[in-house]
């Protein structure tokens, strides 16, 4: 293999440039393809114990007995306190199916960041948000 002459240094710093781009590129898809999945577990998680609190008639104190359950089956698994899984129904409340496939569309979207379409997706999160924020009061409540 030659070395790279003179006129070659550009073509050469070009290539190391792209290459680091795609490798910036992916990382920043994994985060986000990783933030996505544990969000949308988390809200399948609360959606599944209010579906069978409501269908099946479970009361409040099922939720400890699911931590408990999850804990002795699964002891590596961190996250589902009591607390937690509350807050995982509390999210599965606050926002509906339609509002997790925004989320979705958001993620298809940054596949290639740039600076408008993180701008744009941000702005659409934020009056969606916006308006969330007057009814999580009365949601809390419902708690």
Request: hydrophobic share 40%.
């Amino acid at each position: 293999m030659g070395d790279i002459g003179k006129s070659g240094y550009k073509e050469f710093d070009d290539f190391i440039h792209a290459i680091g781009t795609e490798i910036e590129q992916a990382q920043i898809k994994l985060v986000c393809a990783a933030n996505v999945q544990m969000l949308f577990h988390y809200w399948k998680v609360g959606h599944f114990i209010l579906y069978n609190q409501k269908r099946l008639g479970w009361g409040g104190k099922v939720i400890d007995k699911i931590s408990k359950a999850i804990r002795e089956k699964y002891p590596e698994k961190k996250g589902y306190s009591p607390r937690n899984l509350k807050y995982m129904c509390q999210f599965a409340k606050l926002y509906p199916l339609r509002i997790l496939q925004q989320f979705l569309w958001i993620d298809k979207e940054l596949e290639t960041p740039t600076i408008g379409k993180v701008l744009s997706a941000t702005n659409a999160l934020n009056e969606y948000l916006f308006g969330q924020e007057r009814l999580l009061p009365k949601c809390k409540q419902l708690i």
